[in-house]
């Protein structure tokens, strides 16, 4: 398992923006195949996990049709980090977003503990 810690989040009003991070813990070969990629998953009220955004080492990214265009995916290999820039929030933007780890077959190796963001009107 990989150990992801999350950074940012909170309350916002809509239209605003908000950055998260992700800072994933270890090294060695195989730690690196289990980060290949990072990146968030939403989770609101009474609905299922989502994709948000992921890149991979490589840089190739991944959005949800929801968030394209709004939202950007980051990421520093050398420090094992991510970042998600969100801009333009809206309302059903607000979940707890969870950090993710995955390796090359897109199995998940690790979770970050979530943290909330709220759009407010």
């Known amino acids: 398992q990989v150990q992801l810690v999350e950074s940012g989040g909170g309350l916002v009003q809509a239209g605003g923006s908000l950055r998260l991070s992700c800072a994933a813990s270890g090294s060695g070969f195989v730690f690196n195949a289990m980060v290949n990629t990072m990146g968030w998953y939403r989770q609101a009220p009474g609905k299922e996990r989502e994709l948000v955004a992921v890149v991979t080492t490589g840089g190739t990214t991944t959005y949800a049709d929801s968030v394209k265009g709004r939202f950007t995916i980051s990421r520093d290999n050398a420090k094992n980090t991510a970042s998600l820039q969100m801009n333009s929030l809206k309302l059903e933007d607000t979940a707890v977003y969870y950090c993710?780890?995955?390796?090359?077959?897109?199995?998940?190796?690790?979770w970050g503990q979530g943290t909330q963001v709220t759009v407010s009107s």
């Open positions: 993710v780890a995955q390796d090359r077959r897109g199995l998940a190796r690790g």
